[in-house]
């Protein structure tokens, strides 16, 4: 309640009038991004409020009020109390975008968030906008492409989730009726097949996305890092599979960060570099054998 009352700064106010005023008006989303946002162990994917249709410069400067009001609900405070956030080093910053009047949207991942497979993307879908897809009211097409935009999996959608009043109070959910949720065509899911691709290779690590299409375009609203991916699923040789049962005796726990760039360079692997060239084989580097995501061993991976 304190922040919600809270009145903006002049200069802010003048500074977001201006701008909303060179965007052309019309209506907006206001979206909120906070700086403990998806970290590579926390998720804050609907802690904060995100409002859709946002029209004049009132309901504006009222939506980004909202959106830092957000940041200090009952369910963001607690969600950082668990995790070990300090409140006293979160901000919050208001990202203003034009709406795209979308035909068809929803989200897409840049690996496959069930079984971990980096080779495919996987794709929900479903007409209008996406907040109907990631709010869970719709049941999108579910689309599994490979890296090519080339379909390996699909599962029709297109039950609404309503939600109707109960006698007495509250309210009960239950599934609508069947909609139009129209196929995305082939050449759009190739292109969100390459604006998946384009955005991981930007941030370094696999996306969680949300798209819209308008008029036959393309439109990425935004793009996050996906947490708590599962590892790649291997695929292992036949030599692989006889020499693992070794290694993994070697290795019994997941070594620290610091033995694996410390001693481990210069102790064991070393020795196995020596072992294996002494008889003409090449032992594979420590990245090879114990790939790191954010400075963390994900997998051990028995040497070819």
Not at 38 to 55: I, K, R, W
Not at 83 to 97: K, R, S, Y
Not at 116 to 128: L, P
Request: net charge negative.
């Amino acid at each position: 309640e304190t922040v919600s009352e809270a009145k903006i700064p002049e200069g802010i106010r003048s500074e977001i009038a201006a701008a909303y005023t060179a965007m052309g008006g019309g209506p907006v989303a206001v979206r909120s991004s906070a700086t403990a946002e998806d970290l590579p162990g926390a998720a804050f994917a609907g802690q904060q409020d995100t409002y859709l249709n946002v029209v004049g410069e009132d309901a504006l400067l009222r939506a980004v009020v909202d959106c830092w009001t957000s940041l200090w609900t009952d369910r963001a405070i607690s969600y950082r109390q668990r995790q070990g956030i300090d409140p006293g080093q979160v901000a919050i910053a208001v990202v203003v975008q034009k709406m795209v009047p979308a035909d068809t949207a929803g989200v897409l991942f840049t690996a496959n968030p069930v079984t971990g497979e980096r080779s495919e993307i996987v794709v929900d879908a479903s007409a209008g906008l996406g907040e109907a897809v990631v709010s869970g009211r719709v049941t999108p097409e579910h689309y599994v492409l490979d890296e090519t935009g080339q379909i390996r999996a699909f599962t029709p959608g297109g039950h609404e989730l309503a939600i109707r009043p109960l006698a007495g109070g509250g309210t009960e959910e239950s599934p609508g009726t069947a909609g139009t949720s129209p196929a995305l065509g082939a050449e759009q899911l190739q292109e969100l097949a390459r604006l998946a691709r384009r955005a991981q290779d930007h941030f370094g690590r696999p996306q969680d996305m949300e798209w819209a299409v308008a008029d036959g375009q393309v439109y990425v609203l935004q793009s996050r890092p996906m947490t708590a991916l599962p590892p790649q699923p291997q695929r292992l040789n036949p030599f692989q599979r006889l020499i693992g049962p070794t290694f993994v005796e070697m290795f019994q726990i997941r070594p620290y960060p610091l033995d694996v760039s410390g001693w481990m360079q210069r102790g064991v692997l070393a020795l196995l570099r020596g072992m294996a060239g002494s008889v003409g084989v090449v032992f594979p580097t420590v990245e090879k054998l114990l790939p790191e995501e954010d400075g963390v061993v994900v997998r051990l991976v028995p040497p070819v």
